[in-house]
């Protein structure tokens, strides 16, 4: 979501970030000031838990919601009152687990609102994220392997779906997908 953020930020457009800490806006501030980015973005502190009338506002007035937020977020979005026109959104590869846990619900739901509703769009599901932002997926890896020599993988690993994707390569997916769409203040979830 970020780095979605500041790309459409650099191409000029008028874009508006939702994240849900104040400490993680306050450093997208500094970080856009320092760049000259701040005329194009702006970025709001919501709880997104309990959504009031500026969620609402905000995403009545966008074209479209790009998620890399929890997937339930963005299905509250997609039912609120909107003129969306593409939503593109990031899920994850655990939908395929034969482990479920409680996140996958929410990602089939959201599947479910993109596949089935009328606003046109697109989920990603990309696994193993690294070097974006608060990604710690190598470093939780090498804390395990200093402490066991051996390391435990999924039964088929051959087959399995995780693999380790870079956070720009999802940005580059996520920006191919809106395209030259008309962004007429897109959200972003962050």
Do not use: W
Not at 87 to 95: E, F, I, K, N, W
Not at 127 to 136: E, H, Q, R, T, V
Request: aromatic share 4%.
């Amino acid at each position: 979501g970020l780095g979605v953020f500041v790309r459409l930020a650099a191409r000029g457009v008028p874009v508006t970030g939702v994240g849900r800490s104040a400490t993680k806006i306050d450093a997208l501030n500094a970080f856009l000031a320092a760049n000259h980015l701040d005329q194009h973005a702006s970025e709001v502190v919501l709880d997104l838990d309990r959504p009031d009338s500026e969620l609402a506002s905000l995403v009545a007035a966008a074209t479209i919601l790009i998620s890399a937020s929890q997937a339930n977020y963005c299905s509250l979005c997609l039912h609120m009152s909107h003129s969306l026109q593409f939503v593109a959104a990031l899920g994850s590869t655990r939908v395929f687990s034969t482990h479920p846990d409680d996140a996958i619900k929410p990602i089939c739901e959201l599947e479910t609102d993109i596949s089935s509703g009328t606003t046109p769009g697109i989920l990603l599901l990309p696994s193993m994220l690294y070097a974006g932002i608060g990604y710690n997926n190598f470093e939780r890896i090498e804390r395990l392997v200093h402490l066991s020599p051996l390391i435990p993988l999924p039964a088929g690993a051959a087959r399995a779906k995780v693999q380790p994707i870079h956070t720009d390569d999802v940005v580059e997916c996520l920006m191919q997908a809106i395209g030259a769409r008309e962004c007429s203040t897109p959200v972003v979830l962050v």
